[in-house]
């Protein structure tokens, strides 16, 4: 494994992070921000636990957690947030902490990621603030990845690809797609990936034409199209990778597809560029697809940013008007599904520099068929 | 892999949940329910997809999804609900369903299971109908298991358990954490798993005595506690259970602290009942520890229900007041943690019916000496 971060440099980042909300803090007209949000609250500062409310506001950060999370928390947040540890409930922490800091009346709050019953927690037990919504504060902020962040995800998508490439190895005619799914996962935690981002899609023949299909009882049949979908995550970070392959030899159905498919996928990867909107990047592989005559069977948008999220800003979408931040990774990931029969998506994962596209899943994109 | 369930007797429990829920709904003085929790969903209707709000009214239950789901929804549905497929937006989907029912002018949320911003368009979008929080209407009828909902969670178990002992047998001094993960959750997979209902935990000596440690690239040594924590998943079921073993020859303290935990496993698995409260199940573990001189060292709840999801109602601890419902499934998973030494955790799911507690996880509890 690579050398852990030089952890100064890491809160560093992250105190610019803090500094570059409190800009937003001001803009929304709000004295403080709550952040509920676990992805936010690990991007501004380091913390990976599953528990955590951080409060932020002009003069002070501090994060509240529990007894379970004391020597990981003080480990991981520095001197980046003040941690305090509750015994009882965070929200008790949390009425402390707004009392004792001067100044807060007006707070925001996580539209996005607080629920009902803790909004009421606010307007009740928290009355004497004033509660605002808030939507996409730190979200944005996250969308433009520093380098630092563009490793970490050119070290998961690294993981992926050697996992993708030991699985195709041992896949065979006759497998169940669970099966698959338990030799790439086994092969994922060889190569270090910390988790598992979403639930692996292994689709084989008829079922790869399913957008959502999970792992199955079902098994591969020769000459069958075997679509794998999945994520490997490194210190949080996430890559996410599809791939789709024949076991045994392509048909020139299946070969016509592909190739829709595949350049696609290429003119898209070659063409985006921050700066463009995520309508106009999506057109870039739609219009691709609809020339072909298959414009009808690609159903989904073109992509996603990837990050501490394996689905996060931006969106690349015919709906998605924003325009892509330099600096933002997202997937682009093209698909081609006929009911009954199969389907075909490809999926690199790019980041949008200055100078134009860097793809960080290398991996081919031509057509392979597996020995069955 | 055994026979799927016979689809009429399904939609059968289906109906009569649904006709359980609407009594809950007359006690709740609501006209309808929106069922947001996709958990809730599976539950009253069979529908397993990612996307979906159910309406449950005197009259009807109607779900509505979007069209990645028309097949899987059909299917799985059956004649239990309507089915409509949302081209937009499910929220537009609601209000048109919400218009066409007559006689709907209270609608209950379920608080726990809606964000905010979801919130927010109930009460602009959705106006024109008084909206009423509720909790735990579904929650309380998903406590007491079927016998068809406890033959699946056994069935999980069963794999959880037989992937444990493949898993076992191939641990070796030097393999990291992750290595074990992978190991265990290919395993997992082999078995017929669907899913990893929550992230493994693999930890090894001090690492043990982390609550919530996921898997790293930490070495097994020898004389290493190696705890493993980790579910499958069956038809949506989930089994949770917890081993620790030692690697290689175990410490007289090892053996010691092994023993008290093992010890508070039994007692608690073979004296807890239905009808008795949270709190008193609790208690046999915890006051067994605390005669043994580590009640400081057992820092969290002696247990949760498991079905639907890995962590449902009821709760045992010591906080917990509501009595324990016959068919309930909960587990019985006491620790005891010596930071910076190590810690012993051992977890069954156990079933407790009419006639006493039943034991679904069928795993020796002796303390397992691996060769190293």
């Given at each position: 494994?690579?050398?852990p971060l030089?952890p100064?440099?890491v809160s560093?980042?992250r105190?610019?992070?803090?500094?570059?909300?409190?800009?937003?803090?001001?803009?929304?007209?709000?004295?403080?921000?709550?952040v509920?949000s676990l992805a936010n609250v690990r991007y501004l500062t380091g913390f990976s636990g599953s528990s955590a409310?951080l409060?932020?506001?002009?003069?002070?950060?501090?994060l509240?957690t529990d007894?379970r999370y004391q020597i990981q928390a003080a480990d991981e947040v520095g001197?980046v947030a003040?941690v305090?540890?509750?015994?009882?409930?965070?929200?008790?922490?949390?009425?402390?902490?707004?009392?004792?800091?001067?100044?807060?009346?007006?707070?925001?709050?996580?539209?996005?990621?607080?629920?009902?019953?803790?909004?009421?927690?606010?307007?009740?037990?928290?009355?004497?603030?004033?509660?605002?919504?808030?939507?996409?504060?730190?979200?944005?902020?996250?969308?433009?990845?520093?380098?630092?962040e563009?490793?970490l995800?050119?070290?998961a998508?690294?993981?992926?690809?050697?996992?993708?490439?030991?699985?195709?190895?041992?896949?065979?005619?006759?497998?169940?797609?669970?099966?698959?799914?338990?030799?790439?996962?086994?092969?994922?935690?060889?190569?270090?990936s910390e988790g598992?981002p979403?639930?692996?899609?292994?689709?084989?023949?008829?079922?790869?034409?399913?957008?959502?299909?999970?792992?199955?009882?079902?098994?591969?049949?020769?000459?069958?199209?075997?679509?794998?979908?999945?994520?490997?995550e490194v210190e949080g970070y996430c890559?996410?990778?599809?791939?789709?392959?024949?076991?045994?030899?392509?048909?020139?159905?299946?070969?016509?597809?592909?190739?829709?498919?595949?350049?696609?996928?290429?003119?898209?990867?070659?063409?985006?560029?921050?700066?463009?909107?995520?309508?106009?990047?999506?057109?870039?592989?739609?219009?691709?697809?609809?020339?072909?005559?298959?414009?009808?069977?690609?159903?989904?948008?073109?992509?996603?940013?990837?990050g501490l999220e394996?689905?996060?800003?931006?969106?690349?979408?015919?709906?998605?008007?924003?325009?892509?931040?330099?600096?933002?990774?997202?997937?682009?990931?093209?698909?081609?599904?006929?009911?009954?029969?199969?389907?075909?998506?490809?999926?690199?994962?790019?980041?949008?520099?200055?100078?134009?596209?860097?793809?960080?899943?290398?991996?081919?994109?031509?057509?392979?068929?597996?020995?069955?």
């Amino acid at each position: 494994m690579p050398a852990p971060l030089e952890p100064r440099r890491v809160s560093d980042h992250r105190s610019r992070r803090i500094a570059a909300l409190l800009d937003g803090l001001t803009a929304a007209h709000v004295d403080a921000l709550l952040v509920t949000s676990l992805a936010n609250v690990r991007y501004l500062t380091g913390f990976s636990g599953s528990s955590a409310l951080l409060l932020v506001s002009q003069r002070d950060a501090v994060l509240i957690t529990d007894f379970r999370y004391q020597i990981q928390a003080a480990d991981e947040v520095g001197d980046v947030a003040r941690v305090t540890i509750e015994q009882q409930s965070l929200w008790t922490g949390l009425w402390q902490q707004l009392t004792q800091v001067p100044g807060i009346q007006v707070v925001g709050f996580e539209s996005a990621h607080l629920l009902h019953r803790d909004f009421q927690r606010l307007m009740e037990a928290g009355s004497r603030w004033q509660w605002r919504p808030t939507l996409d504060l730190v979200e944005t902020l996250r969308e433009r990845k520093d380098a630092n962040e563009v490793r970490l995800i050119e070290r998961a998508a690294a993981v992926a690809i050697r996992a993708l490439e030991r699985t195709l190895a041992e896949v065979r005619v006759g497998m169940t797609e669970l099966q698959v799914a338990g030799v790439l996962e086994r092969a994922l935690r060889d190569e270090g990936s910390e988790g598992f981002p979403f639930p692996s899609i292994v689709a084989t023949g008829a079922r790869s034409a399913l957008p959502h299909a999970r792992a199955s009882a079902a098994k591969i049949r020769d000459g069958d199209l075997l679509l794998l979908d999945f994520g490997a995550e490194v210190e949080g970070y996430c890559a996410d990778v599809t791939r789709t392959v024949v076991v045994g030899r392509a048909s020139d159905d299946q070969r016509e597809i592909y190739d829709v498919v595949r350049e696609a996928n290429e003119q898209a990867s070659r063409e985006i560029r921050a700066g463009m909107s995520g309508r106009d990047a999506d057109a870039i592989a739609r219009g691709y697809i609809e020339r072909r005559g298959f414009g009808d069977l690609f159903g989904h948008g073109l992509g996603h940013g990837v990050g501490l999220e394996v689905h996060e800003a931006p969106r690349l979408a015919r709906t998605a008007d924003g325009a892509l931040a330099e600096g933002s990774v997202v997937t682009i990931e093209p698909g081609v599904y006929r009911p009954g029969w199969g389907g075909v998506r490809i999926e690199d994962d790019v980041v949008l520099d200055a100078a134009g596209p860097r793809i960080l899943t290398k991996f081919t994109r031509e057509l392979l068929e597996l020995k069955s």
